[in-house]
């Protein structure tokens, strides 16, 4: 079993930043091996890939987020994190940390992000 905690969220004004951390644990589980993403969901709306890191270290982005967010990851401390820079109102989400290993996919409880003035 894997256990994803992410953290970092909070309320941030249009145009702020957040770093997002999510820290994965379990038993008998290499972190490096898997790819690794967030996801977001705002109300009333469908969850979507905000962004995906591969184990050699690819990744792709929503277009809505390209050149505002970075996703990295650090395999010595198994985690991944999720740079937001000039943050807009309609990145409002609870924003999801997941590993993929293919045949299952590992859903952390999530984070709110709210960006308010």
């Known amino acids: 079993q894997v256990q994803l905690v992410e953290s970092g969220g909070g309320l941030v004004q249009p145009g702020g930043s957040l770093r997002l951390s999510c820290a994965a644990s379990g038993s008998i589980f290499a972190f490096s091996t898997y790819a690794m993403g967030w996801y977001r969901q705002a109300p009333g709306e469908k969850r979507e890939l905000v962004a995906r890191i591969t184990n050699s270290g690819s990744t792709n982005y929503a277009d809505s987020v390209k050149g505002r967010f970075t996703i990295s990851r650090d395999n010595a401390k198994n985690t991944v994190f999720l740079q937001m820079n000039s943050l807009k109102p309609e990145d409002t989400a609870v924003y999801y940390c997941?590993?993929?290993?293919?045949?299952?996919?590992?859903w952390g409880q999530g984070t709110q992000v709210t960006v308010s003035s």
């Open positions: 997941i590993q993929d290993r293919i045949t299952r996919v590992y």
